[in-house]
C-alpha cells in the first residue's frame, strides 16, 4: 500500500463518500490510487478547482457533514483558497488535500513551487500540516477531519508528489512516533447554572424582546419557538439562519440588515431586550441603540460571543441544549399589545412584498420572478442564491416552511457560488430537488462553465430536478446600485455593462432543458415547466436592472447620494426614479405604516 492508498482509504473510513476536485500531476499519485481504489470515495470532477471547493462547501452545508476537495500543487491550489475562505468565514467544515512538488525540488525554484504551507496559513489557520514522511499519516488525515469538524472550519493537508507514491509505513509505537484513531464524538456545551440564571433575568425584565437568530439556531428551531411564545418575542433571522425557523409563523420577522425586511428592522429598532441565537450577524447598525436594550448571547464558540454588541450576559454553549436548561426560568409574558405589533407589521410587510412583485418593469420586474416562485417551492427544496441583487430577492420573498433548506456567501460575499453549492447539494441528497438564483454577473463567472458538470452528473441523481434561474438584467446590478447610493456616482458602463448571453440555449446544447422569458406572463408558466421537467433546467429571465433593492431603512445619506448620481447623469437614471418611486409608494399604501407613524425618523422615506 502506497501512501496515496492509505489516504484514500482513511477518507474512506471517515464516512466521506465525495471528493471535488479537479486533477493535475501534482496528485497523480493519488489519481493512481483512486483507480486502484474502485472510484471510492467518488472523486467529482469540476470544471475549476475554485468550483470543487464550492462544492465541498455547498455539500458542508448541506448535508451538516465535512466537505473534501482536492486540487494540485501551485495553481490548483491557489485556486482553491476562494472557496475555502467562503468555508472559513461562513464557519462551514471542509478539509482541502493539496498536492506539492517533490521534496527535493523544494527551495529550488522549481515550476509551479509555492510555499502551500504560508499560502495556506491563514484560510486553515485551525490545522495545516505537509505529510513528510508516511508514518505522519493516519494522524495527519485525522486530525484535519476531525479539526474541520470541532471548529467547523477548513483544514488543509498538503502531500508533495514524491510522497504520495512512498510505501506507506503506519506509526509504530516508538519515540516520536504519533498514533491516532478514528471518530469526532458528538458533545454539546452547555453554561454553567448560575450563568443561564443571569441570562433569564435579563429577558425575565424586559417587556418588548427580539431575538436574532442565525445558522447556529438550525437545530433548536423547537425551542427558538417556545422561548418566542413565553417571551412574546419576535424573531428575525441573519441571512444564513434563514432557513432555521420556517417564515409561516406570524412573529418570525424575516431577514435582518441591508437584504432584510422592514419588521426586522423596526423589532430592533423598539426593543428593549435582545436574545441574540447562534448569529454573527455583523451589521451593528441594524441592532439596537447600543444603550437601548439589555441582550444576552448564546454561541457554541467562545472566540465569538461579546461581538457586535454590548451584552450583559454572553452564554457559551449549544443552542438546542442552552435553551432547554433556560426555558424553565422563563417566566410568561403578558404581551398582547408587543406581540400583535410584530404579527401586524410583518404581515403587512409580505402584502407590501405582494405588490411590489406587481410593479410593472421593462421587461420582466426581478421582484415579481422571485415572489412568484415562492407559492411554488416544494416543501423540501435546497435553495441557494448567489451574491449580487440576487440576494435581495432571496431574502425577502422567499419564505421557508417545511424542510426547506436555503444558504449563500453570507460573510465573504463573493460572487459565483451559486451553481456549485447546488452542485454539492445534489451530492448530499440526490433525492432532493434544488433551485439557484443567480445574477448574469455570477453566471458569466462560473455559472456557465459549471452546468457542464451537471451535465457530467445529473443522471445519477435520484431526483434530477435542478433549476437555475438567470436574472439577465446585462448590468452588475448590485454594485451599480451601491455605486448610487453609497458613492453618489452614476453607473460607470464600462465596469457594469454585462453581454446578453444565450444562458438557456447553453443549457440545451448540453443536453439539458431551458427557456428564456421575456415577458411577465411567462414568468409562472416558465417556473412550472423547470420545476416539472425530468433533467436540469436553466430559466432565464430578461429583468429590469431599475429596479431598487431598496434596503428596509434607506438613511438620508444614501437617499442623498442616488440623488447626487442622478444630477451627474446616470446612463439609467430615468429608469431608477421611475422604478425607485414605484416602489418605495407600496410601503405608504393603505395598510402600510405610514413615516408620520414615528415622528423624527428622518430618514425613513
Not at 49 to 54: L, R, V
Not at 479 to 508: C, H, I, K, N
Request: glycine fraction near 8%; aromatic fraction near 6%; include cysteine.
Amino acid at each position: 500500500m502506497k501512501v496515496s492508498d492509505h489516504v484514500l482509504e482513511r477518507l474512506r473510513q471517515w464516512e466521506v463518500e465525495h471528493v471535488f476536485a479537479y486533477a493535475g500531476d501534482g496528485i497523480n499519485g493519488l489519481l493512481a490510487a483512486w483507480g486502484r481504489a474502485d472510484d471510492k470515495p467518488r472523486f467529482i470532477q469540476a470544471r475549476h478547482e475554485e468550483m470543487a471547493a464550492f462544492e465541498a462547501v455547498g455539500y458542508a452545508k448541506f448535508s451538516g457533514r465535512v466537505g473534501v476537495c482536492a486540487a494540485t500543487s501551485g495553481p490548483g491550489a491557489i485556486h482553491l483558497l476562494n472557496g475555502l475562505y467562503d468555508a472559513k468565514l461562513d464557519h462551514v467544515p471542509v478539509v482541502a488535500i493539496v498536492g506539492q512538488t517533490n521534496r527535493s525540488a523544494m527551495g529550488g525554484s522549481y515550476q509551479q513551487e509555492v510555499d502551500l504551507l504560508s499560502l495556506f496559513k491563514d484560510v486553515a489557520s485551525e490545522y495545516c500540516e505537509m505529510v513528510t514522511v508516511p508514518e505522519q499519516l493516519p494522524n495527519v488525515i485525522d486530525r484535519a477531519m476531525r479539526t474541520a469538524a470541532a471548529r467547523r472550519t477548513v483544514t488543509a493537508v498538503i502531500i508533495p508528489a514524491d510522497v504520495q507514491e512512498l510505501d506507506y509505513e503506519p506509526p509504530g509505537h516508538a519515540f516520536k512516533m504519533v498514533p491516532s484513531s478514528l471518530g469526532a464524538a458528538h458533545y454539546a456545551p452547555v453554561p454553567a447554572d448560575d450563568e443561564i440564571a443571569r441570562a433569564a433575568e435579563v429577558l425575565n425584565a424586559g417587556e418588548k424582546v427580539a431575538v436574532l437568530i442565525g445558522q447556529g439556531a438550525r437545530g433548536a428551531r423547537a425551542e427558538v419557538e417556545r422561548l418566542a411564545d413565553v417571551l412574546g418575542a419576535g424573531v428575525a433571522k441573519a441571512l444564513l439562519g434563514k432557513d432555521a425557523l420556517p417564515d409561516d409563523l406570524p412573529y418570525v420577522t424575516g431577514a435582518i440588515g441591508l437584504l432584510g425586511t422592514r419588521p426586522s428592522y423596526e423589532l430592533m429598532r423598539d426593543c428593549d431586550t435582545l436574545l441574540v441565537v447562534g448569529s454573527s450577524f455583523p451589521y451593528t447598525q441594524f441592532l439596537p441603540e447600543l444603550d437601548q436594550a439589555r441582550a444576552v448571547q448564546i454561541d457554541i464558540d467562545p472566540f465569538m460571543v461579546g461581538l457586535r454588541y454590548p451584552f450583559e450576559v454572553n452564554l457559551v454553549g449549544d443552542a438546542r441544549e442552552t435553551l432547554t436548561r433556560l426555558l424553565p426560568l422563563l417566566k410568561r409574558k403578558k404581551h398582547d399589545k408587543w406581540r400583535k405589533k410584530i404579527e401586524k407589521d410583518t404581515a403587512r410587510w409580505w402584502q407590501v412584498m405582494e405588490r411590489r412583485a406587481a410593479i410593472d418593469a421593462d421587461p420582466i420586474n426581478p421582484e415579481y420572478v422571485v415572489h412568484a416562485l415562492d407559492a411554488l417551492l416544494p416543501d423540501d427544496v435546497i435553495l441557494a442564491a448567489d451574491s449580487g441583487s440576487a440576494a435581495n430577492w432571496y431574502a425577502r420573498h422567499l419564505r421557508m416552511r417545511g424542510t426547506m433548506r436555503g444558504s449563500l456567501s453570507g460573510t465573504l460575499a463573493t460572487m459565483g457560488p451559486g451553481v456549485p453549492y447546488v452542485i454539492g447539494a445534489k451530492f448530499a441528497h440526490p433525492d432532493r430537488p434544488a433551485v439557484a438564483i443567480v445574477g448574469d454577473g455570477a453566471m458569466q463567472m462560473n455559472g456557465l462553465a459549471e452546468l457542464i458538470t451537471v451535465a457530467k452528473y445529473w443522471r445519477e441523481w435520484e431526483n434530477p430536478r435542478l433549476v437555475v434561474a438567470v436574472l439577465n438584467n446585462q448590468d452588475l446590478n448590485q454594485v451599480t446600485w451601491e455605486m448610487r447610493a453609497m458613492s453618489g456616482a452614476p453607473q460607470f458602463l464600462p465596469s457594469q455593462e454585462l453581454p446578453d448571453v444565450p444562458y438557456a440555449d447553453f443549457a440545451r446544447s448540453i443536453g439539458l432543458d431551458g427557456v428564456r422569458v421575456e415577458k411577465p406572463g411567462d414568468v409562472e408558466g416558465a417556473w412550472r415547466r423547470a420545476l416539472d421537467a425530468d433533467r436540469p433546467f436553466v430559466v432565464e429571465f430578461r429583468t429590469d436592472p431599475a429596479v431598487p433593492p431598496i434596503p428596509p431603512h434607506a438613511s438620508l445619506d444614501q437617499i442623498e447620494a442616488a440623488a447626487a448620481s442622478i444630477v451627474k447623469g446616470d446612463s439609467d437614471r430615468v429608469g431608477m426614479i421611475r422604478q425607485g418611486l414605484k416602489a418605495k409608494v407600496q410601503e405608504m399604501l393603505p395598510g402600510s405604516r405610514h413615516r408620520e407613524d414615528r415622528p423624527g425618523a428622518s430618514g425613513d422615506a
